[in-house]
C-alpha cells in the first residue's frame, strides 16, 4: 500500500498492504559528499583531492601514529561523493563561459570511474536562473551513454513543487530515454521546510536526499551572524529529520565553513608554527561539528575543501571507536539471547536498541576498527539481520 493511501469504510485490508516489518533503509549512504566548483573539475579532479587531504596529514600534525594510520587507510578509498558545483562554489559568470565549462565537464565525465558518488548542484529554479541550470546540464550530460556511478542532479533553494516539476520535464528531454536522474533537494528556507513534503511527493521516485543548506536557512531567517549549529538551525534540522525519517530519502547536513587553511605560503621561522596551529584548530573544530551533527541525525556531511577530509575521518574513528566496545558488548549478549529482549547489567536490549549495536558495528568494520574475522566467535552469520 503507498503511503498515505486511504481506503474507503468498511474495506478490507490483507497482509500484503499492511507497511513492512522495518522502515529504515539498509541501502549505503555516502557518510560526506565533496564540492568542488565546475570551473575546477577535470578527470583527475578524485585522485587530486585524495592526495591533497594525505598531504595535509602529513603535513599538519595533530593525530598519534595510531589515528594516523586509520585515517590513512580511510583515504585510500575511493571518496564517497563528489559534486561538480554550478551554484555557490562557483559564482556568477558570463553565458559563453559556463557553456565551456559545462563542456570541460562533459569531455571528463566518461573518464570518472573512482567516486562511490558523483553528481552535478545547478543554479537555482527560478525565472532568472532555471533557464542558465538546464542549459548547463544540457551540455554536460551530452553524449553521455551511461551514467557516471551514482549520479545525480542537485537542485538548490526549493520552496515550491513546481521547481521540481519543472526539472523533471527537462530532464526527461535531456535523459532521452536514458535511465532517469536521481534528484537531491535543498531546503535552505523556512518556506522550503514547510512544503518539504510536497516537493518529495513532486520528485517521486527520483528523490534520493534532501540536503540542509544551514547558512541560507539563517539568512532566511533574517540571521546574519550565525553557525551550522545555532539554535535555530538545530530546531529545523531536527524538523526536517521528523519529516524525512523512514522514507527512504536521504539526509544531508550543511558544512563546516572554517577550512583548514595555512596562513602563510611559504612560511619561515614563527609562520610554521603558526601554520601548524592554524590547521590544527580548523580540523578540530570540524571534528567537533561533524559530531555534533551526526548525534542529530544527519550522517552525511558537506566538506568543501578536501583537507576537511582528515578531520571528517577523524571524527568517525572518534564515534565509532568510543561506541564500539559496548556495542559489541552488547549486540553479543543480545544474539545469545537467540534475539530476544534480556536486560543484564541495568541495560535492557531489545530488537530497537539491537539496530543501533548492528549500526555501530558495520560501521567500524567499514573504518577498519575491527575485521569481520574476530566476529565469528560471539555473533552469528546473520548477525546484520537483526
Not at 578527470?43 to 600534525?61: I, Q, V
Request: contains cysteine; negative net charge; proline residues 8%.
Amino acid at each position: 500500500m503507498d503511503p498515505g493511501t486511504v481506503l474507503e469504510q468498511g474495506q478490507m485490508v490483507s497482509p500484503e498492504q499492511l507497511p513492512g516489518d522495518d522502515s529504515a533503509s539498509n541501502d549505503w549512504q555516502p557518510a560526506y559528499v565533496l564540492y568542488g566548483g565546475a570551473q575546477l573539475f577535470s578527470a583527475e579532479t578524485h585522485d587530486k583531492m585524495l592526495a591533497l587531504a594525505r598531504k595535509w596529514l602529513k603535513e599538519y600534525a595533530w593525530l598519534n601514529d595510531t589515528q594516523k594510520k586509520r585515517v590513512e587507510k580511510r583515504l585510500a578509498q575511493p571518496l564517497d561523493d563528489l559534486r561538480i558545483d554550478f551554484e555557490d562554489g562557483y559564482g556568477r559568470r558570463p553565458d559563453e563561459e559556463e557553456d565551456a565549462h559545462a563542456l570541460k565537464v562533459q569531455q571528463a565525465l566518461p573518464q570518472v570511474h573512482e567516486p562511490r558518488r558523483c553528481g552535478i548542484r545547478i543554479k537555482p529554479v527560478t525565472r532568472r536562473f532555471a533557464q542558465r541550470g538546464i542549459r548547463t546540464l544540457e551540455i554536460a550530460l551530452k553524449n553521455l551513454t551511461v551514467w557516471p556511478r551514482g549520479f545525480c542532479v542537485t537542485l538548490p533553494k526549493l520552496e515550491d513543487p513546481t521547481q521540481v516539476q519543472y526539472v523533471i520535464q527537462e530532464l526527461e528531454r535531456i535523459e532521452n530515454g536514458r535511465p532517469p536522474l536521481p534528484l537531491e533537494l535543498m531546503i535552505e528556507s523556512p518556506a522550503g521546510l514547510r512544503r518539504i513534503h510536497e516537493l518529495i511527493q513532486a520528485a517521486g521516485p527520483r528523490a534520493r536526499g534532501v540536503h540542509f543548506g544551514p547558512f541560507d536557512f539563517l539568512a532566511s531567517c533574517g540571521i546574519g551572524n550565525g553557525d551550522l549549529l545555532h539554535p535555530v538551525n538545530r530546531q529545523a534540522r531536527a524538523q526536517l529529520l521528523m519529516s524525512v525519517s523512514g522514507s527512504g530519502v536521504e539526509l544531508a547536513d550543511g558544512p563546516t565553513t572554517l577550512l583548514p587553511l595555512p596562513p602563510h605560503r611559504q612560511p619561515s621561522g614563527p609562520q610554521i608554527a603558526e601554520n601548524q596551529k592554524s590547521v590544527r584548530l580548523a580540523w578540530e573544530f570540524h571534528r567537533d561539528q561533524v559530531l555534533a551533527t551526526r548525534e542529530q541525525g544527519y550522517f552525511q556531511s558537506w566538506l568543501l575543501h578536501p583537507a576537511q577530509l582528515v578531520s571528517h575521518a577523524a571524527a568517525l574513528l572518534q564515534e565509532y571507536e568510543q561506541a564500539l566496545p559496548g556495542a559489541l558488548e552488547r549486540l553479543t549478549a543480545y544474539w545469545q539471547g537467540r534475539g530476544q529482549a534480556r536486560a543484564s547489567g541495568g541495560d535492557f536490549d531489545d530488537r530497537a536498541t539491537a539496530r543501533q549495536w548492528t549500526h555501530i558495528v558495520k560501521q567500524s568494520l567499514d573504518l577498519g576498527l575491527i575485521e569481520e574475522s574476530s566476529l565469528r566467535q560471539s555473533l552469528p552469520p546473520d548477525w546484520q539481520q537483526v
